[in-house]
């Protein structure tokens, strides 16, 4: 370290650079104000990586157990899509390797839409395999919400190239021929459920803002088929679309 740094210099360092302990103790003794802000910024994003790390390791505790014991190709399992009005529940199914490393990730329903993205582009292109199950609003009504939840998640299921055992979000899959756990809030709890439903989340986010180039009046790109105030007053007005779940809107019907 040159005898002394511009506050330019320092706040480059520490943003791009891993500080040595003997640049970090010249720091501190700096008394500049700006050169101490940075520092206070340095370790917030310190504290906040640590955070996200022992995070991590929580979320990776039921798929180590298994890894531990040899079993490879666990399937993390999650839907989205349970309460809204309209659309489809998505399903998503992931299988990650061992080595898998994504500090923040967490349930999608926790993370920015940019992040949930930028997330599943990172997910995807690392994942050992992964497939989505999606059941329209149609067989909802048909079949009623559980079950089209289940069988969104079997259809993501089927479509993996091989399964040593399944990890769940919440819900029992009584038809699988491998073993499985069902996870209360599994996506705050394994790694391979929370991927499952950041896919799931993007996947349908997606669907739900193409159909709002059908039909803009029901706002579908802002409240994904929630009933929202705006969502109600458009079918007030304009009456329900193909994609509407009848079901949940009996009134309307």
Not at 14 to 36: A, F, I, N
Request: charged share 25%.
């Amino acid at each position: 370290m040159k005898e002394k740094w511009t506050i330019n210099e320092i706040k480059h360092y520490l943003t791009k650079e891993q500080p040595t302990e003997d640049v970090l103790q010249v720091l501190y003794q700096d008394q500049r104000k700006g050169v101490q802000t940075l520092l206070k910024q340095y370790e917030k994003r310190q504290q906040e990586t640590q955070a996200q790390q022992e995070l991590f390791e929580t979320m990776c505790q039921n798929e180590k157990a298994l890894w531990n014991k040899d079993i490879t190709y666990i399937a993390g399992v999650d839907e989205v899509g349970r309460g809204p009005l309209a659309g489809p529940v998505v399903a998503a199914a992931v299988i990650l390797p061992s080595d898998f490393e994504l500090l923040g990730i967490n349930d999608s329903k926790k993370l920015s839409k940019n992040k949930r993205e930028l997330f599943y582009q990172y997910i995807t292109k690392h994942a050992i395999d992964y497939a989505v199950g999606i059941v329209d609003a149609g067989e909802i009504d048909e079949i009623n919400i559980l079950q089209a939840s289940k069988k969104a998640m079997y259809q993501a299921l089927n479509q993996l190239k091989q399964i040593d055992y399944v990890l769940i979000d919440a819900v029992n899959l009584e038809e699988l021929d491998v073993p499985s756990d069902a996870i209360i809030k599994g996506d705050q709890k394994s790694i391979s459920i929370a991927a499952a439903s950041i896919i799931a989340k993007v996947t349908r986010d997606d669907m739900m803002e193409k159909l709002h180039q059908q039909y803009p009046a029901y706002a579908f790109d802002q409240n994904s088929g929630y009933g929202t105030k705006q969502h109600l007053n458009a079918i007030n007005g304009h009456g329900l679309t193909p994609y509407h779940r009848k079901s949940f809107l009996k009134s309307y019907s």
